[in-house]
């Protein structure tokens, strides 16, 4: 079972307290061609821009604020973006969304973000979980639709260490503190050796130091970044 990116924004926000198929989506195309054809435009033109919305049409248990997407996005590395960097597809719940959501308002809505991973942002990938948001203003946002499969519940764990450089140096020391205690006594001891408490202590500075440098060396050899810098920059790394 995958995690859901939905149902991970709300545990967030009450913890801080604050195209499925693209040739059924230009089937609803042809049915109503000139709202969609716009809302798509909008879409893929949006900067992001606020929306001045009518507060007693909304519901608020989808409204979020920018801090609670943050955490999200450093959490599962991803990325929150203005919906005209998504390269996806638009399925028809999301633009179903957008047309009711525009009824409600009684107006057309031209700002949109995205909470997706980075590879949406260049690849049309469609085994991930995006999230369209609308812009509040005060660094609140809308919630108006998902679509897509869930994500790996492993994903939150295995980006861990790339959260920031605190949770990278856990991970190393974390993972050092691992292989040190691991290996067998009989391994460690030598011929002459009586304990093995300080030998491990020993190896576990040397871990410490091999893995530190080879996370490094790949760190600036592949140009990576934290997720903390990385959660709202347009660009790869």
């Known amino acids: 079972m995958g995690v859901n990116l939905h ?17 059924t989506g230009f089937e609803e195309l042809i049915k109503a061609p000139s709202n969609g054809e716009r809302i798509l435009k909008n879409l ?15 519901d608020p248990e989808r409204i979020y604020h920018l801090n609670d997407i943050k955490k999200l996005c450093i959490d599962y590395r991803l990325r929150f973006l203005d919906s005209s960097l998504f390269n996806g597809t638009f399925p028809t719940e999301a633009l179903d969304a957008i047309a009711s959501f525009e009824e409600e308002q009684g107006r057309e809505i031209t700002g949109f973000k995205m909470i997706a991973p980075a590879p949406m942002f260049k690849l049309a990938e469609k085994d991930k979980d995006p999230l369209l948001l609308v812009p509040m203003g005060n660094n609140y946002y809308y919630l108006l639709a998902q679509w897509g499969n869930d994500l790996n519940p492993l994903r939150k764990a295995l ?3 790339f959260r920031s450089f605190d949770t990278l ?23 002459h050796d009586t304990y093995v408490v300080h030998l491990r202590v020993i190896f576990f500075f040397y871990l410490v130091f091999a893995i530190g440098a080879m996370t490094a060396l790949y760190g600036f050899s592949r140009v990576k970044n934290f997720n903390s810098n990385l959660w709202k920059s347009r660009f790869l790394d």
Do not use: C, W
């Open 7 to 23: 149902t991970e924004l709300d545990k967030i926000r009450s913890k801080s307290d604050a195209m499925a198929d693209v040739l």
């Open 44 to 58: 893929f033109n949006s900067t992001g821009n606020e929306e001045p919305l009518h507060f007693d049409q909304l």
């Open 159 to 161: 980006v861990y260490p």
């Open 169 to 191: 140096f856990k991970s190393v020391l974390m993972l050092s503190a691992f292989i040190a205690l691991s290996i067998p006594a009989d391994v460690i001891r030598g011929p």
